[in-house]
């Protein structure tokens, strides 16, 4: 997200404490399959997560450390802050206040420039009021990998659901 948000990366405590919690797995697979216990199943990682939300983490924790300078700048990620938003759930006055110390208003206020209003509603429109537009809002650099949107035949040797031999 830094690089494509033209940011430098803060040091963070909360990304600290989270990466904790996820132990040897990948922050970014963990925030993701972290949301999705929680319901908002906007991304899935190759494993199904299932269980209970982490106790002491809290909504809009997960979606601030989706979206901060040091975080993983992916599309599909994007699609599940979007659907955290859209479901109502999120304090946007916490919201907003957590992004800004953590750095990732500037990405929060870029995805949500990019929702379009058909798809708004009470819940991203209290999270727009809350959330003060920042200063240093530039242009954000989306590079696309045309090769990952190629559909390819899906084979038992491709799938990354196969069993085991």
Do not use: Y
Not at 15 to 33: E, T
Not at 41 to 63: K, Q
């Amino acid at each position: 997200m830094a690089e494509v948000s033209a940011q430098s990366p803060p040091f963070s405590f909360l990304r600290c404490r989270l990466a904790s919690k996820a132990g040897d797995v990948a922050l970014h697979a963990w925030l993701i399959d972290e949301a999705n216990r929680r319901g908002d199943h906007g991304a899935f990682n190759r494993e199904v997560s299932t269980g209970v939300p982490t106790d002491g983490i809290t909504d809009e924790e997960v979606l601030v450390a989706l979206l901060m300078p040091q975080a993983e700048a992916d599309a599909r990620t994007w699609k599940l802050v979007v659907r955290m938003l859209q479901s109502g759930r999120l304090d946007p006055l916490r919201l907003a206040s957590l992004a800004r110390r953590e750095r990732g208003d500037v990405m929060l206020a870029w995805l949500l420039a990019r929702v379009p209003r058909t798809e708004w509603g009470p819940a991203l429109e209290a999270v727009t009021q809350a959330l003060r537009p920042p200063g240093h809002l530039g242009p954000v650099t989306v590079v696309w990998d045309a090769s990952r949107l190629v559909r390819r035949p899906l084979t038992k040797g491709t799938s990354w659901r196969r069993t085991p031999s």
